[in-house]
């Protein structure tokens, strides 16, 4: 015996509306979703790309080199703006030591990340050491958080061994236990020359080596007065000459 075939209702699985406001309401829904959808796929088409953002925590970069910072950013397809830089005595010269907004934060990607770089520590004022000589010199700048660089002695009125200047110069700044060079007299150019007429020969040359001269030639004179004094000395005296130059003597004859 042959079955019957299922009628066309049965084959459906959500019966339809058997009133005319029910099915009147269902092409309404139907209506709506199908314009949801074409809506949809214009957008996607006009605009390729995707309609919902993906979110991002922003990457934490403080402490990283700001070339390092700016791929990490880059990488979650965040903006990188640099603003100006920041004494930290932390965070190395160079490196982020503020970013805004900061790590963690959820934001959509295209957010624009401003950055703070890092100019390193403050400096140290270079303490002023004129005047003092080169071991003072040495235990100020030391106490400051500096280090004694090079020595250099130069020609100057002040006493040998006396500090005149520093490179850097007095007041400027430098970065924590850096080098200072000193420059330190080493006496003037020229010096004065003593008087040393009247003086025996061995007191005379005493005196010319304490004032930075060397004895030059002695001449022997005949001449009224002690014996070995000297009656005539070359450069004068009060005159001024070259450091380690010679100082000609005469003298009179020793009998």
Known sequence: ??????????????????????????????????????????????????????????????????????????????????????????????????????????????TTITLTRSSGPAGVPIPDVADYDTQSATKILIAAGLKIGDVDTVPSLAEPDIVVGTRPATGSAAAPG????????????????????????DEARKQLDQAGFRVGRVSKVERRGPPGTVVEQAPTAGSRAARSSRVDLTVTEIN
């Not at 200072?180 to 020969?201: D, F, H």
């Open 178 to 201: 850096s080098a200072v060079a000193l420059l330190v007299s080493r006496g003037p150019s020229t010096l004065e020359v003593p008087n040393v007429v009247g003086l025996k020969a």
């Open 1 to 110: 015996m042959t079955e019957p075939a299922p009628s066309r209702r049965s084959r459906l699985s959500v019966p339809l509306p058997r009133t005319v406001a029910g099915r009147r309401r269902l092409t309404a829904v139907l209506i709506l979703a199908g314009s949801a959808a074409t809506g949809y796929l214009l957008t996607c088409f006009a605009y390729p790309r995707p309609v919902f953002r993906r979110d991002h925590a922003v990457a934490r970069v403080v402490g990283m080199p700001v070339a390092e910072a700016e791929k990490v950013l880059l990488a979650q397809s965040l903006r990188v703006k640099i603003e100006g830089e920041e004494q930290n005595p932390d965070v190395r010269a160079g490196s982020v030591v503020w970013q805004d907004p900061p790590a963690d934060l959820i934001v959509p990607q295209g």
